[in-house]
């Protein structure tokens, strides 16, 4: 008789043996361990799937790195520890919670109050392209980031906890501001990546621009103490795979 692999268990992070202890500790002790675990698909204990728009399932296979074409899913081999730490909705998710339960709304602010609901700036999407795990043994996340460019990046910020590739591609035109923002408010990463998006936008967008970026988040003009408003136009072009040079291991879909 055929037995059925054993399904995943989604489990609270961090254990409740380590529930004293500041995630922002965590965090540095994982950064330090960095290289051992970066581009190492070897050791990774969980799987992310990234759809990338306007890319058929049907699409033919080949190698993500092969620069002639533009896969349908971003496959990659990453480390729960790491995503958990530094991502609130991949926590949530690993954690069991469903992304209904993650983003529902809260109570509304009163008149007088600035702040708004995570859930209130996100986009309604179908259930079936919300982010959620699939029946695996191991964890498998289907994860539509909004901007699937700059991903790569930010897993690098996530594992090593420095932004200066992230600088360099903003630099050279790689990925865009707003994408790069998109992915970070849909990831709930943590204030310091925010900090320094804020701090971007002050010393090279907010002198040619006159008007507030329209994903811009409401964190955004709290914590770069930017008083500002700039409209980014978004890119549209196809996603130009440079996963390579990141040195993020991808597999083929």
């Known amino acids: 008789m055929m037995v059925s692999p054993k399904s995943f268990t989604p489990r609270p992070f961090p254990l409740p043996a380590l529930a004293d202890i500041p995630l922002e500790y965590i965090a540095q002790q994982l950064h330090d361990l960095a290289p051992l675990y970066w581009n190492r698909p070897e050791t990774a204990d969980c799987t992310i799937v990234v759809p990338i728009n306007g890319h058929s399932r049907s699409s033919s296979r080949h190698r993500a790195t092969d620069p002639s074409h533009v896969a349908s899913h971003l496959t990659l081999q990453l480390h729960t520890d790491y995503l958990c730490t530094k991502s609130s909705l991949l926590r949530g998710l690993f954690g069991g919670y469903s ?8 109570p509304k602010p009163s008149a007088s109050s600035s702040s708004t609901s995570r859930a209130s700036r996100c986009l309604p999407m179908p259930s079936s392209l919300q982010p959620h795990l699939l029946p695996s043994s191991r964890p498998v996340l289907f994860l539509p980031v909004p901007d699937p460019r700059s991903i790569h990046l930010l897993i690098h910020w996530i594992y090593f906890g420095k932004s200066d590739l992230i600088e360099t591609c ?16 849909y990831l709930g990463l943590t204030t310091d990546i925010k900090v320094f998006l804020g701090r971007w936008y002050d010393n090279w967008l ?20 930017v008083d500002s408003d700039s409209e980014l136009e978004g890119d549209d072009s196809e996603v130009d795979e440079r996963s390579p040079e990141y040195g993020l291991a991808e597999e083929e879909v």
């Open 99 to 106: 992304y209904l339960d993650l983003v529902k709304p809260e």
């Open 206 to 225: 907010l002198p040619n621009t006159h008007e507030r970026p329209v994903c811009c988040p409401q964190w955004f003009s709290d914590d770069s103490d």
């Open 170 to 185: 903003l630099k050279e035109g790689v990925v865009d501001w707003e994408g790069v923002t998109r992915n970070v408010e």
